[in-house]
């Protein structure tokens, strides 16, 4: 469904050439998903693949939002390493249940189409290849769009991520001055930097301008224990009110009810807590 009001109309996209678009259900290399997968009903919302002008090109994203009323509080949703697929679909559709304008656009069209590759090391090297600087552009796009529609309240924006998503949302968090919370689910705090990748979170944590939640799982074999004892302690000082969950005996991917990592205790838990972070915070 496109509202009246909405920027972006066929007219422009005829003048701008065509559009990749999102791809349908989830990634080929997260199938076959998991029984216990959790689908969100878009019956009273709005929710569809818009299309977003970045500076070079349009983008998609997945857009979810209440059928009526608003302005509404705006949540950036930033991907896992699979893409905007389903999962990150339903997400922004449980945020628009909450009342927010959940919009996740899809970060890795300039570089490869990920979801149709069926092994995650297929997927690394294109992932690999988008530029930090290029994210947080598409991101403030997004932001910019939502704002535009008129249906989004930018004064009180959000973002979430996860994995891939996670750890941009710190570094969101360290760029955007206008964002009000962010809540981080087992993005990476330290890497080896490089040319596209030059900043760690951990990096930015004295300068982060809004207060972030990180959810973390101390059974996480790709983000050590130390790693997040040691952006508790950054970010200590901040005076932010930046918080930390370590939970124990969680693996990477604790969120993801769609995969085997899937902890239902705790991704309620983490759930809960960016409810309560984001209002608690002004961004809802």
Same mark, same amino acid.
């Given at each position: 469904?496109? @509202?009246?009001?909405?920027?972006?109309?066929?007219?422009?996209?005829? *003048?701008? !050439?065509? %559009?990749? &678009? /999102? +791809?349908?259900?989830?990634?080929?290399?997260?199938?076959?998903?998991?029984?216990?997968?959790?689908?969100?009903?878009?019956?009273?919302?709005?929710?569809?693949?818009?299309?977003?002008?970045?500076?070079?090109?349009?983008?998609?994203?997945?857009?979810?939002?209440?059928?009526?009323?608003?302005?509404?509080?705006?949540?950036?949703?930033?991907?896992?390493?699979?893409?905007?697929?389903?999962?990150?679909?339903?997400?922004?559709?449980?945020?628009?249940? @909450?009342?927010?304008?959940?919009?996740?656009?899809?970060?890795?069209? *300039?570089? !490869?189409? %990920?979801? &149709? /590759? +069926?092994?995650?090391?297929?997927?690394?090297?294109?992932?690999?290849?988008?530029?930090?600087?290029?994210?947080?552009?598409?991101?403030?796009?997004?932001?910019?769009?939502?704002?535009?529609?008129?249906?989004?309240?930018?004064?009180?924006?959000?973002?979430?991520?996860?994995?891939?998503?996670?750890?941009?949302?710190?570094?969101?968090?360290?760029?955007?001055p206008d964002l009000k919370a962010g809540v981080a689910w087992y993005?990476?705090?330290?890497?080896?930097?490089?040319?596209?990748?030059?900043?760690?979170?951990?990096?930015?944590?004295?300068?982060?301008?809004?207060?972030?939640?990180?959810?973390?799982?101390?059974?996480?074999?790709?983000?050590?224990?130390?790693?997040?004892?040691?952006?508790?302690?950054?970010?200590?000082?901040?005076?932010?009110?930046?918080?930390?969950?370590?939970?124990?005996?969680?693996?990477?991917?604790?969120?993801?009810?769609?995969?085997?990592?899937?902890?239902?205790?705790?991704?309620?838990?983490?759930?809960?807590?960016?409810?309560?972070?984001?209002?608690?915070?002004?961004?809802?």
């Amino acid at each position: 469904m496109t @509202l009246p009001n909405d920027p972006l109309s066929h007219d422009v996209l005829s *003048r701008r !050439g065509a %559009v990749t &678009t /999102l +791809a349908a259900g989830f990634a080929l290399a997260v199938q076959p998903v998991s029984a216990q997968t959790i689908t969100t009903a878009a019956d009273g919302l709005v929710a569809g693949e818009v299309q977003i002008p970045v500076a070079d090109r349009m983008i998609p994203a997945y857009r979810a939002q209440p059928a009526s009323g608003g302005p509404f509080p705006v949540v950036l949703v930033v991907q896992e390493i699979f893409g905007v697929h389903e999962h990150i679909r339903d997400v922004c559709r449980r945020l628009a249940k @909450l009342g927010h304008l959940a919009i996740a656009p899809e970060l890795y069209v *300039r570089q !490869g189409d %990920v979801s &149709t /590759l +069926a092994d995650i090391g297929a997927i690394r090297p294109i992932v690999s290849k988008v530029p930090d600087s290029q994210v947080l552009a598409d991101l403030d796009a997004a932001v910019k769009w939502a704002g535009a529609s008129g249906q989004g309240d930018t004064a009180r924006l959000a973002i979430t991520g996860f994995c891939w998503g996670g750890r941009i949302v710190w570094l969101y968090a360290a760029h955007n001055p206008d964002l009000k919370a962010g809540v981080a689910w087992y993005g990476r705090l330290v890497s080896p930097p490089d040319e596209l990748h030059p900043t760690n979170p951990i990096d930015v944590a004295a300068r982060l301008h809004a207060p972030v939640l990180g959810l973390y799982g101390g059974a996480d074999g790709g983000i050590p224990n130390d790693t997040v004892e040691r952006m508790r302690g950054a970010l200590a000082t901040s005076g932010k009110g930046h918080e930390i969950v370590l939970y124990p005996d969680t693996p990477h991917g604790f969120h993801a009810d769609y995969r085997p990592t899937y902890r239902k205790e705790q991704a309620e838990d983490g759930w809960k807590r960016l409810q309560a972070w984001f209002t608690k915070h002004g961004a809802s």
